[in-house]
Every structure is written in C-alpha cells, then in structure tokens.
Nanobody, 115 residues
Framework: QVQLVESGGGLVQFGGSLRLSCAASGTIFRANTMGWYRQAPGKQRELVAAMSNDGSTNYADSVKGRFTISRDNAKNTVYLQMNSLKPEDTAVYYC?????????WGQGTQVTVSS
C-alpha cells in the first residue's frame, strides 16, 4: 500500500507563485511515475505534469513554460513549482503515483488564483 500526502496549496493572486509538495510512503518500487493532476468544478480531472524516476517529464500544454515538476527519489517526494498563475489554474490538485499496474492518489489540495 502507498500513501501520498500533499501540501502547499492555497490562495494566490494572478501572476503569483505556489509550490506543491507530495511525499509518498509505503511500498514504492524504483520504477514509477509521480505527477500532478487537477480537477476544476464541472470539469474532468486532467494531467498537469508527470515525471518518471528516470527524469523524463510530460506537461500539459496549458502549463508549459510556467510550471516545473521535480522530484527527490531518495525522499519519494515530487514537487510542482507553479509560476505566473492564472485564474484558470484554479482547481483541486491531486498527487499521483503509478507503478506497474498500481495507481495511487493523494487527497487533493486546493489552489485558488484570484484575478
């Protein structure tokens, strides 16, 4: 079993920055992908950014150039640095860990960007 604990959400003004963190614990294999998804009211959950243990990344087009994902494999922690935030970035952000056939989610952290 794997547990994911997120932190760092909050309220920020247009153009501001936030940094999300997600620490994983439990049975974690070396080969995995950790990432962030978000879900705005009335919308489907969507990928924001993901990073494999080998360092390869994948970003949603809407956040490229503004968000940066990173991870500390020794700590099983993934980060999301969010800059130049826009009101349309407002959503609940969920941490995700995928390893082999297993898929785990955090409880979610609210990010609200005021205009």
């Amino acid at each position: 079993q794997v547990q994911l604990v997120e932190s760092g959400g909050g309220l920020v003004q247009f153009g501001g920055s936030l940094r999300l963190s997600c620490a994983a614990s439990g049975t974690i294999f070396r080969a995995n992908t950790m990432g962030w998804y978000r879900q705005a009211p009335g919308k489907q959950r969507e990928l924001v950014a993901a990073m494999s243990n080998d360092g390869s990344t994948n970003y949603a087009d809407s956040v490229k150039g503004r968000f940066t994902i990173s991870r500390d494999n020794a700590k099983n922690t993934v980060y999301l640095q969010m800059n130049s935030l826009k009101p349309e970035d407002t959503a609940v952000y969920y941490c995700n860990l995928r390893q082999y056939q297993w898929n785990y989610w955090g409880q979610g952290t609210q990010v609200t960007v005021s205009s």
